[in-house]
C-alpha cells in the first residue's frame, strides 16, 4: 500500500493542479493576462505580479501558457516575462509554505466548501471560486496520502538502506528528485514527499537540500516541456532553467555552506524546508532581475530559430494544444490564429491587385501559395476549436463560434481570389484586354473601398466587436448601391458591336461582381459581432 499511496496522491496532485487552473480560468477568463499586461510594464512590477500570480495558480505547466499567451500575442518581451515567470517560482512555494502549517489536515473543508459552490451554483464567478476550493482540496488530500505513504516506509525495512546509498551520492539523490518531480508534475508534492520523509527520520539535512534543489530544477524541465512547441516558449523555459542552475551548482558544490545555512533557519524542519524551498526561488530572483537583458539575449544566440527554405514567410503557429485545458488561452490562441489567417488573406488580396496593375501573371503562383497555406490554417483553426469543449462559459462559447465564422469566411475569401480572380486575370493577360480609363479607376476605386472594409472587420476581431459593429454592417448596402451606380455608368460607356470593348466589360464586370462577393463574405463576419447574430449563436 505504500507505493500505491505515494502513486495515488501523485496522481490526485496532477489532477487538482488541472482542476485548479480550469477553475481558475473559470474565475478569471482571459482577465488574468489582461491584467498582467497592465502591470508588468516595469521589470520590479513584472516580478511581483508573478508572485502573485504564482501564489493564485500554483502549476508551471500554467504559467509557462499564460506567459507564452502573453509573448505571442506581443503584449510583453521576453525580458518582462521572464520576470513574471521568475516571480512566479517563488509565489508557487506559498503551497508548500502551507503544507509546513498542516493546512492540508483541513482539506476535507476545501472539499466541502468547493462542492457546494462548484455543484450547486449557477453563476460563473461563484462556481470558478468553489472549483479553486476543491482543487486546492484534492492537492492537500494528496499530500496526505503522499504523507502517509511516506510514514509507511519507515517501517519498510529496505528504507534506510536505499537512503543511506544517496548519503555518499547527493548527486544521485538531484536526479532522482528532478525525475520524481517531472513525473508528478508538480515541485509541491515532491517537496511535500519531502517533507514527510524528514518527519519521519528517514531524510536528513544533508540530503533535503539536493531533494529541494532537485525539485525545482525539475519543474523547470517541466516547463520546458510545455513551452518546447514554440521558439520563444523554449527560449523563456531554457532561461528559466539557466537561473536555477546557476544558483543550484554552487550549493551543490559547497555542500557545507548550505547545511549551515539550513540548520540556522528558524521553525520544525518541515518550515525549515519550506523556508529553504521560498528562500532558494527568492535569491535566483533577485540574482537575474539585474541581468535580464543580457540574459534574454544569450538565450536568443542558443536557442536560434530554424532554417527555413521557403520564400515565403514563416507562420508561427499559436495554437498550443496544452492550452486546450484553459479555455481563455485556447480561445485567445485561436484569435490569434485567425489574425494571422486574416493577414495571410489581405496579402492575397494586395498580391492580386498588383498582379492586375502590372499585368504580371507571375505574382499569381504566389496568390495560389499563399491560398494553400490559408487552407491550412482554416483546417487547423477549426480543428483546434472543436477541441475546446470543457469549462466553456456562455460567452466563451459564442466567441468560438464567433472565429469558426470568421476563419471560414476568410477561406471562402481567399478561395474567390484565387479560383475568380487570379483566373479572370490569367484569361485577361492571355487575350490582351485592356480596360479603359474610366472602368480601371473605378475598379480602383471599389479595390480600396474592399480593402478598407477587410481592415475594418480585422478591427472587429481585434476588439471582439465592440460599437463599430453595426457601422460595419449598415456599409455593406451603401458599398452595393454603390456598385449598381458604377454598373449603369459602365453600361452608358459600352459600343455595341466593338468586339474589344465588349471583352474589356466582360473582365471589368467579373472583377466587380467579385470584390462585390468579397464585400458580402466580409458582411457575413459582422454579423457574428452584432447583437443579433450573438444571439443566434447562443447554445
Known amino acids: 500500500m505504500t507505493f500505491l499511496e505515494i502513486?495515488?496522491?501523485?496522481?490526485?496532485?496532477?489532477?487538482?493542479?488541472?482542476?485548479?487552473?480550469?477553475?481558475?480560468?473559470?474565475?478569471?477568463?482571459?482577465?488574468?493576462?489582461?491584467?498582467?499586461?497592465r502591470l508588468t510594464q516595469r521589470r520590479w512590477k513584472a516580478f511581483g505580479s508573478g508572485m502573485v500570480v504564482g501564489t493564485l495558480a500554483p502549476s508551471s505547466t500554467a504559467l509557462s501558457l499564460i506567459t507564452l499567451q502573453m509573448l505571442n500575442t506581443g503584449q510583453l518581451t521576453g525580458e518582462r516575462m521572464l520576470a513574471v515567470l521568475l516571480g512566479a517560482n517563488v509565489?508557487?512555494?506559498?503551497?508548500?509554505?502551507?503544507?509546513?502549517?498542516?493546512?492540508?489536515?483541513?482539506?476535507?473543508?476545501?472539499?466541502?466548501?468547493?462542492v457546494a459552490g462548484f455543484q450547486f451554483l449557477n453563476r460563473e464567478i461563484p462556481r470558478g471560486i468553489?472549483?479553486?476550493?476543491?482543487?486546492?482540496?484534492?492537492?492537500f488530500l494528496a499530500m496526505q496520502m503522499i504523507g502517509r505513504g511516506a510514514e509507511s516506509l519507515t517501517q519498510a525495512p529496505d528504507s534506510a538502506n536505499w537512503l543511506a546509498l544517496f548519503e555518499n551520492h547527493p548527486l544521485l539523490l538531484l536526479l532522482f528528485s528532478i525525475g520524481f518531480t517531472f513525473c508528478v508534475q508538480s515541485s509541491t508534492a515532491s517537496i511535500g514527499f519531502a517533507i514527510a520523509l524528514s518527519l519521519s527520520g528517514l531524510l536528513g539535512h544533508?540530503?533535503?537540500?539536493?531533494?529541494?534543489?532537485?525539485?525545482?530544477?525539475?519543474?523547470?524541465?517541466?516547463?520546458?516541456v510545455a513551452g518546447w512547441a514554440t521558439l520563444e516558449g523554449k527560449r523563456l523555459a531554457t532561461a528559466n532553467l539557466g537561473i536555477k542552475l546557476a544558483v543550484a551548482l554552487p550549493i551543490l558544490l559547497i555542500p557545507a555552506i548550505a547545511e549551515k545555512l539550513f540548520a540556522i533557519l528558524p521553525g520544525s524542519d518541515a518550515r525549515q524546508i519550506?523556508?529553504?524551498?521560498?528562500?532558494?526561488?527568492?535569491?535566483?530572483?533577485?540574482?537575474?532581475?539585474?541581468?535580464?537583458?543580457?540574459?534574454?539575449?544569450?538565450?536568443?544566440?542558443?536557442?536560434?530559430?530554424?532554417?527555413?527554405?521557403?520564400?515565403?514567410?514563416?507562420?508561427?503557429?499559436?495554437?498550443?494544444?496544452?492550452?486546450?485545458?484553459?479555455?481563455?488561452?485556447?480561445?485567445?490562441?485561436?484569435?490569434?490564429?485567425?489574425?494571422?489567417?486574416?493577414?495571410?488573406?489581405?496579402?492575397?488580396?494586395?498580391h492580386f491587385w498588383k498582379a492586375h496593375v502590372d499585368r504580371d501573371v507571375n505574382l499569381i503562383l504566389r496568390v495560389q501559395q499563399e491560398d494553400d497555406r490559408m487552407d491550412q490554417l482554416y483546417r487547423d483553426i477549426k480543428n483546434y476549436l472543436s477541441r475546446i469543449r470543457e469549462g466553456l462559459t456562455e460567452e466563451e462559447v459564442r466567441w468560438q463560434f464567433t472565429l469558426l465564422t470568421?476563419?471560414?469566411?476568410?477561406?471562402?475569401?481567399?478561395?474567390?481570389?484565387?479560383?475568380?480572380?487570379?483566373?479572370?486575370?490569367?484569361?485577361?493577360?492571355?487575350?490582351?484586354v485592356v480596360l479603359g480609363a474610366e472602368d480601371a479607376a473605378a475598379l480602383a476605386d471599389l479595390y480600396d473601398k474592399v480593402l478598407a472594409r477587410f481592415e475594418m472587420a480585422v478591427g472587429l476581431l481585434t476588439n471582439h466587436g465592440g460599437s463599430q459593429a453595426k457601422t460595419f454592417l449598415a456599409g455593406k448596402e451603401t458599398l452595393n448601391e454603390w456598385c449598381r451606380q458604377l454598373q449603369r455608368e459602365h453600361y452608358t460607356r459600352l459600343k455595341v458591336g466593338d468586339a474589344a470593348v465588349m471583352a474589356s466589360s466582360a473582365y471589368f464586370l467579373e472583377l466587380l461582381n467579385n470584390l462585390r462577393r468579397i464585400n458580402s463574405g466580409l458582411t457575413t463576419i459582422g454579423y457574428a459581432f452584432s447583437p443579433s447574430g450573438r444571439r443566434r449563436q447562443k447554445p
Request: aromatic share 8%.
Open 7 to 37: 502513486a495515488g496522491g501523485a496522481a490526485l496532485t496532477i489532477f487538482g493542479v488541472r482542476f485548479l487552473r480550469k477553475g481558475l480560468d473559470r474565475l478569471f477568463g482571459g482577465r488574468l493576462v489582461a491584467w498582467l499586461a
Open 91 to 114: 509565489g508557487i512555494t506559498v503551497t508548500v509554505q502551507l503544507l509546513a502549517f498542516h493546512v492540508q489536515d483541513y482539506a476535507a473543508l476545501f472539499i466541502l466548501l468547493g
Open 274 to 350: 519550506a523556508v529553504f524551498h521560498t528562500g532558494f526561488n527568492l535569491l535566483a530572483g533577485l540574482l537575474a532581475m539585474p541581468f535580464l537583458g543580457p540574459i534574454i539575449r544569450l538565450v536568443r544566440v542558443l536557442v536560434a530559430p530554424p532554417e527555413t527554405r521557403s520564400d515565403l514567410p514563416q507562420i508561427t503557429s499559436y495554437l498550443d494544444p496544452q492550452a486546450l485545458d484553459t479555455p481563455s488561452l485556447a480561445l485567445a490562441n485561436a484569435t490569434r490564429e485567425t489574425l494571422q489567417m486574416a493577414d495571410g488573406t489581405k496579402q492575397m488580396l494586395l
Open 406 to 432: 470568421f476563419s471560414n469566411e476568410l477561406e471562402a475569401i481567399g478561395d474567390l481570389i484565387d479560383k475568380n480572380l487570379c483566373e479572370a486575370l490569367r484569361r485577361q493577360t492571355a487575350e490582351g
Open 130 to 139: 468553489g472549483q479553486c476550493l476543491l482543487s486546492l482540496g484534492f492537492i
Open 206 to 224: 544533508a540530503l533535503i537540500i539536493p531533494w529541494v534543489l532537485g525539485a525545482n530544477l525539475g519543474i523547470a524541465v517541466t516547463s520546458l
